[in-house]
T-cell receptor, first 117, second 110 residues
């Protein structure tokens, strides 16, 4: 199998606080993890790509100081939304690519719904 | 830049076939994918097709690819109420990133 989990599945926080979201590959090593954001009734937009042991690559328009990504091990990447504001409320989904996978398939987590009050 | 477009909504009767269409712009895409997203959940890979193929069938799912027109379709035979969801097509670009369409909301009426 190739299971990706996210924690928490939903979080509500006050404006100005920071929130950390974890993405774990449960039964495989992931050399690359991706973070997406999905607004209601919209598509997934790639925020950043993170490779284990190196800095994340952010897509144009995504503030790297606001969305801190850490990929400290081959099974864990974290996304921290710093000083969250209501406009950051969204569904955040991660995906992971298996080490050595010739097809470069991405396996998706179940998502984390963030609501900032 | 790359762009992937889909119609927003499709309603079918249970037992009928559903056809969801998608157009893309990146002619160098090697893989094209169909994902299913149920309410409040992540994405489930349904099927994919390699760019040198015209068609792929997997049980109730048939994918057709017209590379000349950059058109991809997903046909679901004998559509069931459990198929109600949002369906995303996606292309993989040359840097292995996935570019998603806007999603088609499929509603299956009993």
């Amino acid at each position: 199998g190739a299971v990706v989990s996210q924690h928490p599945s939903w979080v509500i926080c006050k404006s100005g606080t920071s929130v950390k979201i974890e993405c774990r590959s449960l039964d495989f090593q992931a050399t690359t993890m991706f973070w997406y954001r999905q607004f209601p009734k919209q598509s997934l937009m790639l925020m950043a790509t993170s490779n284990e042991g190196s800095k994340a690559t952010y897509e144009q328009g995504v503030e790297k100081d606001k969305f801190l990504i850490n990929h400290a091990s081959l099974t864990l990447s974290t996304l921290t939304v710093t000083s969250a504001h209501p406009e950051d409320s969204s569904f955040y989904i991660c995906s992971a690519r298996k080490r050595g996978d010739a097809y470069n398939e991405q396996f998706f987590g179940p998502g984390t719904r963030l609501t900032v009050l | 830049g790359e762009d992937v477009e889909q119609s927003l909504f499709l309603s079918v009767r249970e037992g009928d076939s559903s056809v969801i269409n998608c157009t893309y712009t990146d002619s160098s895409s090697t893989y094209l994918y169909w994902y299913k997203q149920e309410p409040g959940a992540g994405l489930q890979l349904l099927t994919y097709i390699f760019s040198n193929m015209d068609m792929k069938q997997d049980q109730r799912l048939t994918v057709l690819l017209n590379k000349k027109d950059k058109h991809l379709s997903l046909r679901i035979a004998d559509t069931q109420t459990g198929d109600s969801a949002i369906y995303f097509c996606a292309e993989r670009d040359s840097s292995y990133k996935l570019i998603f369409g806007s999603g088609t909301r499929l509603l299956v009426r009993p």
